[in-house]
């Protein structure tokens, strides 16, 4: 197995598979022919994305960079897959739908994204189109990662910086949870398109007040609809019925916080 990415989601898939990573630079389909057959490997996981260093509205201003990474390098690495006869594990997001409560939430993977209002969320769907034609790619939809250890993309910690938090339901990624139900849909040599979520959903607050019940600390900090924060974003729920079908026990978000947020703190204070 090989990786290509080393930002937040590659280096937590590469410790926990303990897999080859990529060095590739200036990617071509002929380099990552190379690499997949130095490192021997089957399944070849692409991790690479541009999602803006502080938020996904950088990649308004870095169009040319944000669609290299998030179709070009999807496509790349697919077509090499596919000569080398090998399987390509993609990466990519549920914040491809429209915010709307007049859907049939939570919404499944077949239904067509529709939210084409951030750059960054046209390239996933790009990126998802382009490799439709290929026999045998696992195409996995994250969102919004929660982790439960500090880093500046964890949704945990983002929370603990902000002086406003909207209070509205959406679906999420726990990474603890992510990476065993990646490893199972690989070696089940899963193909299409999973939610990679907890079933459920999550108001910020609620992790926010189990984060003040654990480390006996007042935050401060105002809930707020999503609307009135002037930001393009989407807020959804995504299904888990097509994971759970697998044989994955999928956990809830709120069996997840408690134990998310006591190994956070002692990460912290280590």
Do not use: W
């Not at 060095?23 to 399944?43: K, Q, W, Y």
């Not at 902000?162 to 193909?191: C, Q, W």
């Not at 999503?226 to 097509?242: A, E």
């Amino acid at each position: 197995m090989i990786i290509f990415g080393n930002g937040f989601i590659g280096h937590r898939i590469q410790q926990s598979f303990g897999c080859d990573q990529s060095t590739t630079h200036g990617l071509t389909v002929e380099r990552a022919m190379d690499e997949i057959g130095a490192a021997h490997a089957n399944v070849v996981i692409n991790a690479i994305a541009s999602t803006g260093r502080s938020n996904c509205d950088e990649c308004e201003d870095n169009k040319t960079a944000t669609l290299e990474a998030n179709v070009l390098v999807p496509v790349i690495l697919a077509e090499a897959c596919y000569r080398l006869g090998k399987k390509l594990v993609h990466i990519s997001s549920g914040c491809i739908y429209k915010y709307d409560y007049n859907y049939d939430l939570p919404l499944s993977e077949s239904r067509v994204p529709d939210f084409f209002d951030l750059f960054y969320s046209r390239t996933k769907v790009y990126a998802e189109y382009a490799l439709r034609p290929y026999p045998n790619i696992l195409t996995v939809r994250l969102r919004t990662p929660l982790d439960d250890r500090p880093h500046p993309r964890n949704l945990l910690t983002k929370l603990l910086g902000f002086s406003r938090v909207i209070d509205t339901p959406n679906s999420v990624t726990y990474l603890p949870d992510m990476l065993p139900a990646l490893e199972h849909l690989i070696g089940i040599d899963a193909k299409g398109v999973y939610n990679l979520v907890c079933a459920g959903a999550l108001y910020y607050p609620e992790l926010l007040k189990t984060y003040e019940l654990a480390s006996g600390r007042k935050l401060e900090y105002v809930t707020i609809r999503p609307q009135y924060l002037g930001l393009t974003r989407t807020n959804i729920l995504l299904s888990t019925d097509k994971l759970s079908a697998t044989g994955f026990a999928v956990r809830d978000i709120r069996d997840v916080l408690p134990g998310c947020v006591a190994e956070y703190l002692r990460r912290s204070n280590a």
